[in-house]
């Protein structure tokens, strides 16, 4: 019997004992091959088994791709090709894992599919690796996303990457109620010094994302508005936003003040 055979009849895992411990030296003990075939494709296995074997597989990568991991990527975009939502959503979700690791697995052909994709949270897959795997070649096919769905997400890499007039004829688009404040800071921070009036927008949709765009740009220290802004905010994250925008705005005798109306502590 194969190792990979005997290691399925190994049961489902559990959280109890050493069972983590031995499934995880025992996937180190398979041949990089068996570690890829092992990988089910239709995603019947636990979620904890995947997570082993993509993590051995990872590693497999840093000394080249065989061609046991081209042929399980592929497995991968055929099944994602054809597959129902849920299995579409798995099968990103491991590529991402693989195609990070070695973008000649298919990284820019997995963009492609989940950044054209009607599914938002397809779409969100990519723009959350683009964040940290960005290129200037990526570019085009986030403007296309943007374009046809206008994500926030997609937004949000523009904003980074696009020149201020862009940005400002992008504003009644990006500026809407629903949207997170830290992708809307990160535009209102680059278009601030040519177009002030943005700022306002901003406080009209998230007051604490206002203020921690004050203060990263240095001010100016508005006390009224500051304070206006931390008591317009009702989630605890939001207000301690707040709250840090007015110490690095050195507010000391805002921030006294505040405590003091026990609106803190």
């Known amino acids: ?35 890829c075939s092992g990988f089910n494709a239709a995603f019947s296995q636990h979620h904890l088994e995947r997570r082993r074997l993509l993590n051995r597989i990872v590693r497999d990568l840093e000394s080249g791709p065989r061609d046991c991991h081209f042929a399980l990527a592929e497995r991968l975009f055929s ?14 979700a491991a590529l991402f894992v693989l195609t990070e690791a070695c973008p000649q697995l298919g990284y820019a052909r997995l963009l492609a599919d989940v950044l054209s994709s009607p599914s938002v949270s397809l779409r969100r897959q990519g723009h959350r690796s683009l964040r940290h795997t960005w290129q200037p070649e990526f570019l085009g096919e986030v403007l296309k996303t943007w374009d046809q769905f206008r994500d926030p997400e997609a937004f949000e890499l523009l904003a980074r990457e ?11 688009d990006a500026f809407v109620p629903g949207v997170r404040g830290r992708i809307l800071a990160r535009a209102a921070i680059r278009l601030a010094p040519t177009h002030p009036e943005v ?5 009209e949709l998230s007051p604490a994302s206002w203020a921690y765009s004050v203060a990263k740009l240095g001010g100016p220290f508005d006390v009224a508005r500051l304070r206006d802004a931390f008591r317009q905010c009702e989630d ?24 003091k109306a026990d609106a803190i502590a």
């Open 199 to 203: 700022l306002e927008r901003l406080f």
């Open 236 to 259: 605890l994250d939001d207000r301690s936003l707040v709250i840090w925008s007015i110490g690095q705005l050195r507010g000391w005798d805002l921030l006294l003040e505040l405590h």
């Open 79 to 92: 099944a994602f090709s054809v597959g129902a939502h849920r299995t579409k959503q798995s099968c990103a």
């Open 162 to 172: 696009m020149p201020q007039e862009w940005l400002a004829a992008a504003v009644d």
């Open 1 to 35: 019997m194969s190792r990979v055979a005997t290691y399925d009849q190994l049961g489902p895992p559990t959280h109890l004992g050493l069972d983590g411990s031995f499934r995880t030296a025992l996937v180190r003990c398979l041949s990089d091959e068996d570690a």
